[in-house]
């Protein structure tokens, strides 16, 4: 199934984000990538399947950077991101919020965010700490701004009921986080609009460095980051606003936690695979659509780009 269609993609990044491979060994890490290797010069050995081939890429694909061939850091691979990150969307959930709990869980979420974007970047041009500080600091500021602001509009609604307005204080944190998602990807990744981005041909060849490439990329990233919180932080208020007037967690408060988390991760599960899958990590573009110096560099219609995850 080609990775140009969306079912395409959402099968291939079920595999990168599948949380099994947090626990791969590094001695089977090695492996898979030998075995890769000898898949590329054709020495492998006798009685190697297409299953063990998928099995490798998949483990390569999840835990090593593409244009780096480091590894990634556990919590902040695709693969973590649904582990990791869930407990922090129940805390941005959580009802009742205070101004501290909400500063808190918005800087967490964004630190945690910003940690993503930075080790899931095109890494093809060095990129400075000072990057990374400026980036982190924008994103955490602009998320704990719009929070806190929606929160104390929503106090001050004099025409909410109490559970109106109990509510609507559950469905701040998606415009806070959407928000705060795109000024984190482009504050993070700011460099590779400065700098470019590699584009390749067909062969893998390098053609050059294009800031347009880079437009796109993060253009497409951002629009995955205003994507993903939508079933996170919508559909588990509208959920549990519902569960919660069953008699089983009205006879048992202590449940809702818990019950919450479920949904969370539930909801988690889903929107991260979908909204990953917008667009391919390794985007076309036609070089008609490029700098002219990047046109003339490759008899090449089309040109393609890590677009970062």
């Known amino acids: 199934m080609s990775e140009t269609s969306f079912y395409g993609r959402f099968r291939h990044f079920l595999d990168i984000i599948d949380p099994r491979t947090l626990f791969v060994t590094e001695r089977r890490l090695r492996e898979a990538v030998q075995l890769l290797e000898d898949y590329k010069h054709g020495t492998l050995r006798p009685g190697v399947t297409n299953e063990q081939l998928w099995s490798a890429q998949k483990i390569k694909q999840a835990i090593l950077h593409p244009d780096t061939n480091e590894k990634i850091f556990m919590p902040f ?3 973590g991101y649904i582990p990791f990150g869930t407990p922090i969307v129940v ?25 993503v974007n ?10 400075p700490a000072s ?8 994103a955490v500021i602009s998320a704990v701004s719009i929070a806190v602001g929606l929160n104390v509009l ?30 984190n990807v482009v504050l993070m990744r700011y ?24 437009r796109h990329a993060l253009l497409e990233t951002a629009l995955t980051r205003v994507v993903l ?71 090449s219609r089309t040109v393609v780009y890590n677009k970062g995850l």
């Open 77 to 79: 691979r695709m693969s």
């Open 91 to 115: 805390g941005l959930l959580l009802p009742n919020q205070t101004l501290a709990s909400t500063v808190f869980w918005q800087w967490l979420n964004q630190s945690h965010n910003a940690c």
């Open 118 to 127: 930075y080790a899931n970047r095109n890494a093809t041009k060095p990129s």
């Open 131 to 138: 990057k990374f500080i400026q980036g982190y600091l924008g």
């Open 154 to 183: 929503v106090q001050k609604a004099n025409k909410f009921t109490p559970a109106t307005r109990l509510l609507v204080q559950r469905f701040v944190p998606f415009p806070a986080v959407a928000s705060a998602n795109i000024c």
């Open 191 to 214: 460099g590779e609009l400065e700098e470019g981005i590699d584009v390749l041909d067909g062969d893998g060849n390098l053609v050059g460095s294009s800031k347009i490439a880079a």
């Open 229 to 299: 919180p939508m079933p996170i932080l919508v559909l588990p208020p509208i959920v549990m606003s519902m569960l919660e007037k069953t008699a089983l967690l009205q006879a048992r408060p202590r449940l809702l936690l818990p019950v919450q988390s479920l949904v969370c991760l539930a909801a988690f599960g889903l929107a991260l695979p979908l909204a990953i899958s917008l667009f391919p990590q390794m985007s076309e573009i036609e070089t008609s659509q490029l700098e002219p110096e990047i046109a003339r560099a490759t008899s």
